[in-house]
């Protein structure tokens, strides 16, 4: 029997994929109108918050434990400042940014008081169940957003082009399976939290060094959670994939190219979060802000394209490997 010779193709390259992803909103700057409004929308319109109900919930429970326990109405005390200033700054509105699909926003991270035409509207809501209703409206809001945004991105980088009404067509289904996906990723955090709960309580009450050791190791559990499911968006949208499905295939894709996959997610996590460090420099009521929002939302739209592009590629090379495999079993020599 005639033994053929198979060569195993080589691994994506993340350089290749990152050139690429750039190149590819390169020839689509509309694409960054998504995260540039988004971030435009957070710095001139309205500020939704809670300011009264935070500020006299925290006096509530000054007062009550300082009448009890002298050491700790002295800390909650000093903590009054910080609640304060959260309140001041706490903008429901910032719930459009979703995870794990939304649209990217610089301004989500800073919640500004002012813009360079003056202070924004301030709206204060009567009560805290009403936040949260409001908060998980703007949730679901964020995914839908973010599933026309990422369903444009993964078509400008399979097809090269953009026609806006495949997006539209593609964007009832992607937002469901967006919606469930958001869903499992929240019931797995709340999984690993409720343990994680349980460990750092039964620790602590052995020592408090053993507690924080606890705090460290939930902090490691969910950095180590985050890294198999990077891709698990992607099959949604690239791969026709639904929600578990797609989580399934990211922590196989991510196990088969564990290290090739983990330089391009240090290299994502690097520039998305070194470079927000200098875009947050300007004051938020500087125009020179501007510049940093629309600096964000290219490399940001960059590295989300440039996931896609990777992504594919992966699915490729695992597809091929697979099929080299189930040939060695007829007996071709693989080298």
Known sequence: MNRQKLTLPEPPSVLKAIRAGFDTITRHLIL???????????????????KQQIESLVAEFSA???????????????GEDFWRAAAERLNILVALRSYPVGVFSLLSSIYPLKHPLGSPAFVEIPSIWTALLLTLVMIVLGICLGA????????????????????FKKWPRNTFQSLLLSGIWLGL???????????????????????????????????WMLFPLF????????????????????????????????????????????LSMIWQTPPEDSWLLMVSIFGHSFVSTGVLAASF???????????EIQSIQEITFNGEDVT
């Open 32 to 50: 960054l109108l998504f995260p540039v409004g988004l971030d435009l929308f957070l710095w001139f319109g309205p500020r939704l918050r809670i």
């Open 309 to 319: 592009v990777y992504y594919q590629k992966i699915v490729y090379w695992v597809e």
């Open 231 to 274: 891709f698990s968006p992607h099959g949604i949208f690239s791969g026709r994939l639904n929600a578990w499905k797609s989580v399934v295939e990211s922590i196989k894709l991510t196990n088969l190219t564990f290290m090739k996959t983990g330089l391009f997610i240090l290299f994502a996590v690097l520039v998305t979060q070194g």
């Open 64 to 78: 009550l434990y300082a009448a009890n326990s002298t050491e700790l109405g002295e800390m909650l005390a000093a």
């Open 189 to 223: 955090f709340l999984v690993v939290a409720v343990l994680g709960s349980c460990m750092i309580s039964g620790l602590t009450l052995i020592g408090p060094a053993l507690g924080q050791m606890a705090v460290f190791v939930l902090g490691v559990m969910y950095t």
């Open 148 to 167: 026309f945004y990422f369903s444009a991105v993964s078509q400008a980088v399979v097809h090269d082009q953009l026609h806006w009404g495949k997006v």
